[in-house]
């Protein structure tokens, strides 16, 4: 069965009668939000009847439709900061707002949904129906754009009027929006996001010498911070250290002249044959040949999967805060929180595991046992399935 907006698969009808579920996500990437939701979405399906809403084809889409989940991939309605630039941009998102909405007035009437679950505020269309079919509508706030400012508080205002549960992945995201929209406190709960532990084997094994290897994982954009961290590697270099920085992640197209930029930092400051760009890699490898794990952003993360990840595989991380790290890892027991936009306090921190690979070791292997025991994949899926049956 297909729609024309693009194309929709579907899974046989289950024998089971179950509420039927409609998420909207705001990507088909396999970056934190996209894959915080997938790493949910087995539990869900099998509490729920689920289709789950596409802005635009990606893995995301295969990788839901193995979980079981009818897929649909739409106009794009995702809320995107180039879809600002001007009046016609804002006119042509507002069509296509409209295009998938009417994609999925038509599924809605056909067989109705019970529930909505937006998994970001990206995702704005669900507010949109919300308001429409006058159904439960669930808001998981995973990022929180602070910048223009006036976007996050109609988005806040916007949850407000239409959001029966909010549900935030730590308490510093819950902080943020609440902050903005006091009323929104007694209807918003944390749910730090969950991984699946690696394996043994494929955890990472200490080095005790050789050069630092560091890993960088994140998609090339201004939050990201990854020209602080060459910064820093451009000192360690200046001090006779030798690192070698990985960096894992893409660049949407309107971020293209800041990849560009980035390596052509690295080639002023003179460090380029120590700095390679992978591109975006998906699983353990980001992690498993690496000593360190840096998450430099510019603006504190709300959560960040990659401190949880990195610490799982047994690296020490060194993080930007405060922020979600801050309630993933443990000053000076799994790793360091630092000043967002310091490259001397990021150089700091990271040179003290280089001169003390011992510690390193012991960061490592304490993260690994606070992953294991506050953020499993079985509590986390057991939250979010647990708000969205709620009434």
């Given at each position: 069965m ?13 024998p089971?009668?179950?509420p ?5 996500t ?7 939000s996209?894959r915080s ?10 509490a ?29 309605y ?7 630039k ?5 006119a ?6 409209r ?6 007035d ?8 019970t529930?909505?679950?937006?998994n ?16 439960r ?8 754009p602070?910048?223009p400012?006036?976007q ?6 916007s ?10 992945n ?6 943020l929006?609440?902050k903005?929209?006091?009323?929104l ?7 730090h996001?969950?991984?699946?532990m690696?394996?043994e ?6 080095r ?26 451009s000192?360690?270099q ?8 990985h ?5 949407l197209?309107?971020?293209r002249e800041?990849?560009?930029g980035?390596?052509?930092q690295?080639?002023?400051?003179g460090?380029?044959s120590?700095v390679?760009?992978h ?19 510019v ?20 993080a930007t805060g ?7 890892l ?5 790793g ?8 001397a306090a990021?150089y ?10 011992a510690l ?6 304490a993260g690994?046992?606070r992953?294991?025991e ?7 899926c ?8 709620s009434?």
């Amino acid at each position: 069965m297909h729609n024309e907006d693009s194309g929709a698969t579907f899974r046989p009808s289950s024998p089971r009668v179950q509420p039927r579920l409609l998420i909207v996500t705001g990507s088909a990437e396999l970056y934190g939000s996209d894959r915080s939701l997938l790493n949910a979405l087995d539990a869900l399906v099998g509490a729920f009847d689920v289709t789950l809403a596409f802005p635009s084809p990606g893995p995301a889409v295969a990788a839901a439709q193995n979980a079981g989940a009818h897929t649909m991939i739409l106009s794009d309605y995702a809320l995107r900061r180039r879809n600002f630039k001007s009046p016609w941009a804002v006119a042509k998102w507002l069509n296509r707002v409209r295009s998938a909405k009417h994609t999925l007035d038509r599924h809605h009437r056909h067989m109705p949904f019970t529930t909505i679950y937006s998994n970001t505020f990206a995702a704005f269309i669900g507010p949109v129906l919300r308001n429409s079919w006058k159904i439960r509508h669930i808001l998981h706030v995973r990022e929180c754009p602070m910048e223009p400012r006036w976007q996050i508080s109609i988005l806040c205002k916007s949850a407000a009027r239409t959001s029966d549960v909010v549900l935030c992945n730590s308490n510093y995201t819950k902080g943020l929006i609440t902050k903005v929209q006091p009323n929104l406190g007694p209807r918003t709960r944390v749910v730090h996001n969950g991984i699946a532990m690696p394996l043994e084997s494929a955890m990472v094994e200490p080095r005790t010498s050789g050069a630092l290897r560091i890993s960088c994982v994140g998609r090339i954009h201004p939050k990201k911070g990854q020209s602080v961290l060459l910064d820093a590697a451009s000192m360690a270099q200046r001090d006779g250290r030798n690192w070698e920085l990985h960096f894992f992640g893409d660049a949407l197209a309107e971020h293209r002249e800041l990849s560009d930029g980035l390596r052509a930092q690295a080639k002023t400051l003179g460090i380029e044959s120590s700095v390679t760009w992978h591109g975006f890699v998906d699983g353990e490898a980001r992690y498993n040949t690496c000593d360190v794990a840096v998450v430099p952003s510019v603006y504190p993360e709300e959560f960040s999967l990659v401190c949880a990840e990195a610490q799982a595989m047994g690296l020490p991380v060194v993080a930007t805060g405060p922020g979600g790290p801050s309630e993933i890892l443990i000053e000076g027991e799994t790793g360091f929180i630092v000043a967002p936009r310091d490259p001397a306090a990021l150089y700091r921190a990271i040179a003290a595991l280089d001169d003390d690979r011992a510690l390193a070791a012991r960061f490592g292997a304490a993260g690994s046992a606070r992953v294991r025991e506050h953020f499993s994949l079985d509590a986390y899926c057991a939250n979010v399935v647990t708000a969205l049956q709620s009434t």
